[in-house]
C-alpha cells in the first residue's frame, strides 16, 4: 500500500475520504488512472489525461 493521497483528476481536491469516487483507467489509453469526486461528477466536470490529452465525461 502506498500512502499517495487521491486527488480528484478535474478539481484537484484530496478527494480520499470521497465515498462517491470513481478511479478508473483511461478509456483511450489505459495507462494514466483518472479520478473523478462525487462532485465533478455529479456536475458531468470534464477530465484529461495527462498521457494522451483525451478529455471527456465518458
Ligand atoms: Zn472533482
Ligand atoms: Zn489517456
Do not use: H, W
Request: hydrophobic letters at 20%.
Amino acid at each position: 500500500m502506498t500512502s499517495e493521497k487521491l486527488v480528484c483528476t478535474s478539481c484537484k481536491q484530496d478527494i480520499t475520504n470521497d465515498n462517491g469516487r470513481v478511479i478508473m483507467p483511461c478509456p483511450k489509453c489505459g495507462e494514466e488512472t483518472i479520478i473523478r469526486c462525487s462532485k465533478c461528477r455529479k456536475i458531468a466536470v470534464k477530465y484529461k489525461c495527462d498521457k494522451c490529452g483525451f478529455t471527456g465525461p465518458n
